[in-house]
C-alpha cells in the first residue's frame, strides 16, 4: 500500500517537479543579477559615505538627493533579506534517507520550499522593478550629489566653511588662569621636555577629540623654563589633510624667521629631499622642540623624521593625536613618551564649568547658591571633557539664571547640542574621528547606539555581536574573535571607545562611549538608518525600514507601532533604568518568534520574562545570537523547547546564570554554535552527538550527570570539541578524572578551564587529581575545586597561566611554595580549604610579578611571613576568615606597590599594631 501511495504522489508530483526545475533554474539567475546589484549598491553607499566624510556637512545636498540615497540604502536592504531567504530556502536543501516515508516527506518537504521559492522570485521581480526606479532618479541626482560633495569638500577643507566654526582655536589662546586641570599633566610633560636623555626624544599627548590635548601642549610650549631652555620652537597644527612639502616649507620659515633671518629664495621651489637637507643642516648643533599638533596620519612620523635630525642635545618632539597608534609608530625608531590625557574629575569639571558661566557676573565666577546643584550636575554630564563643558558654560553665561530653565536644559541636555552653533562644532569634531575610520570600523562604532545611555557593555557580549552582525572579516591565522578584539582596540586606540575594566593581565574587559560621543553616534545612526530607538521619553521615528531595534521601556504599547519584518537585531532593556522589574507580555514574546524572523541578533538584557520556552523559537531560523544574560525569568518547564534545533545558524547561546535547564538533543543539531552559556546544564541528553558540536569554543558551566557511567561518557565526548577555549565543569568525581584527563589533553587551545567536584557527604568532597602528560599550553586561568594529593606537577608547565584558584584541596606543608617561580602568574586565590597548613612563607625572590592574593577560610593558619624581596608587585593582597592568624603578616612592610590591604573575619587585630603603609588603603572588618 505504501509503495502504490508513493506512485501515485510521484504522478500527480511530477508536473510540479518539472515547473519546480523550471523555477529553479529562474531563481538562480536572478539570485545571481540581484547579488550583483547588491555589490553594485554598497559601492555606491560606501562611496557616498566617503564623500560625506570629506564634504564634512551634507546640509548642501537636496532634500531630493537625501531620499533618493535613503531609498538606495533601504533598497540594499531589502536585497540583503532577500539573499538570506535564498540561502535558508533553496541553497540549504533537507538530508533525507531512502525509503517510502521518506519520500513521502521529501514530497511534502519540496512542496513547503516551493512556496519560499515563488515567494522570493516574486520578491525579486518587485525589488529589480525598485531598483530601476532608483537608477532613473540617479540621472537626476547623480550630478547634482557629486557637485554638492565637491563644492562641500573645498570649502570644508579649505576652512572656508563659514556654517561652523571651530571652537578648538580658542585653546590656543587661553590665559593659564583659565585652566583647571591640567597642573599635574603640566608639570609632567613639562619635566620631559628639559630633562631627560640626550638622544632625541618623542613626547606624545594623546586623547579623544575635545579632551584639551592642544590646550595643554600650548601651555607647555609657552611655558618660560622651556622657552629658555630650547635654541628653537616651532608650533605646526598637521590636521588630517596635510601636505608634507607644505610642512617642511612652514618650519623653515619659522626657523628664520625667529631669528630674524631671510629664509631661501628658492625654498617654495625646493622638492622634499632638499627641504629635509636644509632643516638638517640649520638644525646641526641646535636644541629644538617641535609641536606637530593633531597628527592622524600613523605614517606621519616616517615622513617626518628624517627633518627632525638627532644630533644628541636633547631635542624634544611633542606630538598631539587620537591615536595611540601614532604614538606607537615612533617607537620604531626614536624614544618615547606617552602621556594619555585623562577625562577632568567631577570637581575640576565643576570648577570650570564656574568660572566660563560665572566669569563675567558680579558674583566673579561664584556660582550662585539656588544654582549649585543643578550647575554640578551639568558639568558631570559632560563627562570631564573640557570642551564640551566650555562651550555649554559659555552658553549657559548668556541665559537666565533661572532653576527651572536650568534644569530643563540639563535633562534635554543632548537636544541642545542640536541647537547652538558652539555645541554642533563639539559634535562635528567628535565626527571627525568617524569619519577617519575605515569602513570597516564605522559600523562597529554605531553599534554602540544600540546600548542604553551610561552603559557599560561586556567586550566579549560586544565582539559576539559584531561577528553576528557579519561586521567582521576572515582573517587567517586568526578566529573571528580575535580579529574582532583587534577592531576593539583599534576603536580604543583612536580614543573613540573608553575602557571601563580590564583583566588582571590588561585584557579589555569592558568598554563604553563618551555621552557627547554617545550623542554623534545616534546622529549617525538615524541618518544610515542602523538602528532606532523606543524609550519612555519619546521614540524614533518607525517609518522606512527599520533594521536594528534597541527597546528600554515597556511604559508605551510599542508593539503596535512595530509591524516590520525586516528587523534583523533586537536588544531589550525594558528595566534598565527600573527599580523593579516589569515582565514582558506573553503576546509579545510570541509575536517576537512568529513574526520577527529574520532576527539575527536578539538581546533580552535586564529584562523581566514570564517563559521563554517558546515552541515557535524555531522559527528564527536566521538567529545568530541569542542571550536571556542578567534576565529574570518566571517560568516552571526546566527543558528548553526541540525547536530550538532548527537555529542552525545560531553562534551564541547564552541562558543566563540564575537558572539549569534541562538540554535537549536537538541542540547537537547547532554545528555553526560557537560560545554555548547556561547554569549547571544537564547534557545528558546529548550523550552521542555534542562530539559534533565541533566550533565550539565556550562551554560553560555543564553539570556532570551523576550516573557515572553516563559521565564518563559524555566527558569522553568533550574530547572531541578541540577548539574549545572556555570550559566549566561541575558535579566532577574520581570515577570521571581518567576520561576527563584524556579530553583535556587534547584541548590544545584551552584558554580558561574550572573543574569543581562533588560533595560527598556532608562535608567531603571528591579528588579531583587530574593526570595531563599534555596539559593546554595557553591555559589563562584555572580553578579546581576539590580535593588533591598534592599540587599538581603539570601547573607548574603552564606558562601562560595568568590566573589561578584553589579551593578545598587540602594542601600541606607549604605547598605554595612550587608556584613561586611561575613568572606570568598574576593572582592566586588560597580560598576555603584549599590550605591547611599553619604557616606560610613567601621566600625572597618568589612571585615576583603577582599583583593580587586572596586567601581565606583558612582554619589553621596561625603564621605569615613575607621575606623583603618576595611579591614585589603585588597591589591587593585580602586576608578574610583565618580565625588563627592574629597578626598581620610578618614583613607586610617590604610590599612597596600594595595599594589595597582587605582583613575581614579574623582574631581582632590591634590596629596600633599594623605598621604604617603609606598609599595602602585599608578596610577592617569582622565578618
Not at 622657552?227 to 623653515?252: A, K, N, P, Q
Not at 631661501?264 to 606637530?292: A, C, E, T
Not at 503576546?587 to 520574562?609: H, P, Q
Not at 562530539?691 to 558551566?701: D, F, K, R, V, Y
Request: aromatic share 8%.
Amino acid at each position: 500500500m505504501a509503495e502504490m501511495a508513493v506512485s501515485f504522489a510521484i504522478d500527480k508530483l511530477l508536473p510540479l517537479l518539472i515547473e519546480e526545475v523550471n523555477l529553479l533554474k529562474g531563481v538562480h539567475k536572478e539570485f545571481s543579477d540581484i547579488k550583483d546589484e547588491l555589490e553594485s549598491m554598497q559601492a555606491f553607499l560606501k562611496d557616498a559615505d566617503r564623500r560625506a566624510a570629506t564634504e564634512g556637512d551634507i546640509d548642501n545636498t537636496s532634500e531630493g538627493v537625501k531620499t533618493w540615497v535613503k531609498h538606495v540604502r533601504e533598497a540594499a536592504f531589502r536585497i540583503e533579506d532577500i539573499i538570506d531567504d535564498y540561502l535558508i530556502h533553496v541553497e540549504q536543501q533537507p538530508l533525507d534517507d531512502t525509503g517510502c516515508v521518506a519520500v513521502l516527506h521529501k514530497i511534502a518537504q519540496l512542496l513547503k520550499t516551493m512556496i519560499h521559492r515563488h515567494q522570493i522570485a516574486s520578491e525579486i521581480k518587485d525589488i529589480k522593478l525598485s531598483v530601476c526606479g532608483i537608477k532613473k532618479r540617479s540621472k537626476r541626482y547623480g550630478f547634482q550629489i557629486q557637485n554638492s560633495i565637491e563644492q562641500g569638500s573645498r570649502s570644508f577643507r579649505g576652512s572656508q566653511n563659514a556654517k561652523w566654526h571651530d571652537p578648538r582655536m580658542a585653546s590656543l589662546y587661553l590665559d593659564e588662569a583659565e585652566i583647571i586641570g591640567f597642573q599635574e599633566p603640566k608639570n609632567e610633560l613639562t619635566g620631559w621636555l628639559l630633562e631627560g636623555r640626550s638622544e632625541r626624544t618623542v613626547i606624545a599627548v594623546v586623547g579623544m577629540g575635545g579632551l584639551g590635548k592642544t590646550t595643554l601642549a600650548k601651555q607647555v610650549f609657552n611655558n618660560k623654563e622651556v622657552v629658555g631652555h630650547f635654541d628653537c620652537r616651532v608650533w605646526i597644527t598637521v590636521s588630517e589633510s596635510y601636505y608634507i612639502e607644505g610642512l617642511l616649507r612652514g618650519m623653515l620659515n619659522e626657523l628664520y624667521k625667529q631669528k630674524g633671518d631671510t629664509p631661501p629664495q628658492d625654498i617654495s621651489q625646493m622638492d622634499r629631499g632638499s627641504l629635509i637637507s636644509v632643516l638638517r643642516n640649520y638644525l646641526q648643533q641646535k636644541r629644538y622642540v617641535f609641536v606637530f599638533d593633531d597628527v592622524w596620519n600613523i605614517h606621519f612620523w616616517n615622513e617626518i623624521e628624517n627633518a627632525c635630525i638627532d644630533n644628541r642635545m636633547g631635542s624634544k618632539i611633542f606630538i598631539t593625536t587620537r591615536k595611540m597608534d601614532v604614538a606607537k609608530n615612533c617607537q620604531k625608531s626614536s624614544f618615547i613618551e606617552v602621556h594619555q590625557l585623562q577625562p577632568l574629575t567631577d570637581d575640576q569639571s565643576f570648577e570650570l564649568f564656574k568660572k566660563k558661566t560665572f566669569q563675567l557676573d558680579d558674583s566673579d565666577g561664584c556660582c550662585p547658591n539656588e544654582l549649585n546643584d543643578i550647575s554640578f550636575k551639568i558639568a558631570k554630564k559632560c563627562k570631564g571633557l573640557p570642551l564640551a563643558i566650555v562651550a555649554i558654560g559659555g552658553l549657559l553665561s548668556t541665559k537666565e539664571k533661572n532653576v527651572i530653565e536650568w534644569r530643563r536644559f540639563c535633562k534635554n541636555m543632548t537636544l541642545e547640542l542640536k541647537k547652538d552653533s558652539n555645541l554642533i562644532a563639539i559634535n562635528k569634531i567628535l565626527a571627525l574621528s568617524y569619519e577617519d575610520l575605515p569602513f570597516h570600523l564605522k559600523s562597529c562604532l554605531l553599534y554602540f547606539g544600540m546600548y542604553p545611555e551610561h552603559y557599560i557593555v561586556h567586550s566579549k557580549t560586544l565582539i559576539r555581536q559584531w561577528i553576528a552582525e557579519g561586521f567582521v572579516k576572515e582573517e587567517s591565522w586568526n578566529t573571528l574573535e580575535e580579529v574582532a578584539e583587534g577592531y576593539l582596540t583599534e576603536l580604543i586606540h583612536r580614543s573613540l571607545v573608553q575602557v571601563s575594566s580590564v583583566t588582571i593581565d590588561g585584557k579589555i574587559k569592558s568598554c563604553c562611549v563618551h555621552d557627547l560621543t554617545r550623542a554623534m553616534i545616534l546622529e549617525k545612526c538615524e541618518d544610515l538608518s542602523l538602528c532606532k530607538h523606543i524609550s519612555g521619553n519619546g521614540h524614533s521615528s518607525l517609518s522606512g525600514i527599520i533594521r536594528r531595534l534597541s527597546i528600554t521601556t515597556l511604559s508605551i504599547d510599542f508593539t503596535k507601532c512595530i509591524e516590520n519584518s525586516h528587523v534583523r537585531s533586537l536588544f531589550l532593556f525594558a528595566n534598565f533604568h527600573f527599580g523593579q522589574f516589569e515582565f514582558l507580555s506573553e503576546d509579545f514574546m510570541r509575536r517576537i518568534f512568529t513574526e520577527y524572523r529574520r532576527l539575527k541578533v536578539l538581546e533580552f538584557e535586564a529584562s523581566g520574562l514570564r517563559n521563554i520556552i517558546h515552541e515557535n523559537l524555531g522559527n528564527l531560523v536566521y538567529l545568530k545570537y541569542l542571550s536571556f544574560k542578567n534576565s529574570i525569568i518566571e517560568i516552571n518547564q526546566r527543558e528548553l523547547p526541540k525547536s530550538i534545533g532548527k537555529l542552525l545558524n545560531l553562534e551564541t547561546l547564552n541562558l543566563g546564570s540564575n537558572r539549569s535547564y534541562k538540554i535537549p538533543k536537538e541542540v547537537s543539531n547547532l554545528r555553526k554554535l560557537r560560545h554555548f552559556y547556561g547554569y549547571r546544564m544537564s547534557l545528558l541528553q546529548l550523550k552521542g552527538g555534542i562530539g559534533g558540536m565541533e566550533s565550539l569554543q565556550t562551554l560553560s558551566s555543564v553539570k556532570i550527570d551523576d550516573d557515572d557511567d553516563v559521565g564518563r561518557e559524555l566527558i569522553k565526548e568533550l574530547g572531541k570539541l578541540r577548539q574549545l577555549r572556555k570550559l566549566s565543569l561541575i558535579n566532577v568525581t574520581e570515577d570521571h578524572i581518567s576520561t576527563l584527563s584524556s579530553s583535556l589533553n587534547e584541548m590544545q587551545h584551552l584558554e580558561n578551564l574550572s573543574i569543581v567536584s562533588k560533595r560527598n557527604g556532608k562535608n567531603s568532597y571528591h579528588f579531583i587529581d587530574l593526570h595531563l602528560d599534555s596539559p593546554p599550553s595557553m591555559l589563562r586561568s584555572l580553578k579546581l575545586d576539590g580535593v588533591l594529593v598534592k599540587l599538581p606537577e603539570w601547573i607548574l608547565q603552564l606558562q601562560n597561566l595568568v590566573k589561578l584558584k584553589l579551593q578545598l584541596s587540602h594542601l600541606e606543608n607549604d605547598a605554595i611554595k612550587s608556584l613561586e617561580n611561575m613568572q606570568n602568574l598574576l593572582s592566586l586565590q588560597i580560598d576555603f580549604k584549599a590550605y591547611v597548613g599553619e604557616s606560610l612563607h613567601f621566600h625572597d625572590g618568589g612571585f615576583q610579578n603577582l599583583k593580587e592574593l586572596y586567601m581565606q577560610g583558612i582554619p589553621f593558619l596561625n603564621s605569615m611571613v613575607i621575606d623583603k624581596g618576595a611579591l614585589q608587585s603585588l597591589k591587593k593582597l585580602e586576608l578574610c576568615n583565618i580565625p588563627n592568624l592574629k597578626t598581620v603578616p610578618a614583613g607586610i612592610k617590604h610590599l612597596e606597590k600594595l595599594e589595597v590591604l582587605k582583613l575581614g573575619g579574623v582574631i581582632a587585630f590591634d590596629t596600633k599594631n599594623i605598621p604604617p603603609l603609606p598609599h595602602v588603603t585599608l578596610s577592617f572588618w569582622k565578618l
